[in-house]
């Protein structure tokens, strides 16, 4: 979670296509159309509202990749 954190701190992200270029393998969610990070050797989810004109990343949950596919997002 540190090292993500690094990384998002020091990232520029315009636009999604350049969040992904650091994250590659994030998604949005398609009913919230928040960020779902996938981090820890993707054993861990991250979700976090992600305003790119702010430049803010509001992380609402981190979980498990397990509890992660019960989740309805």
């Given at each position: 979670m540190q090292r993500f954190l690094e990384i998002a701190r020091a990232a520029?992200?315009?636009?999604?296509?350049?969040l992904r270029q650091t994250f590659p393998a994030t998604d949005l969610g398609r009913k919230t159309n928040k960020a779902i990070f996938n981090i820890g050797g993707n054993k861990y989810r991250?979700?976090?509202?992600?305003?790119?004109?702010?430049?803010?990343?509001?992380?609402?949950?981190?979980?498990?990749?397990?509890?992660?596919?019960?989740?309805?997002?």
């Open positions: 520029d992200w315009p636009h999604f296509p350049a991250v979700i976090a509202v992600v305003n790119l004109e702010r430049e803010a990343l509001l992380i609402e949950e981190v979980l498990t990749h397990e509890k992660y596919n019960r989740e309805k997002l």
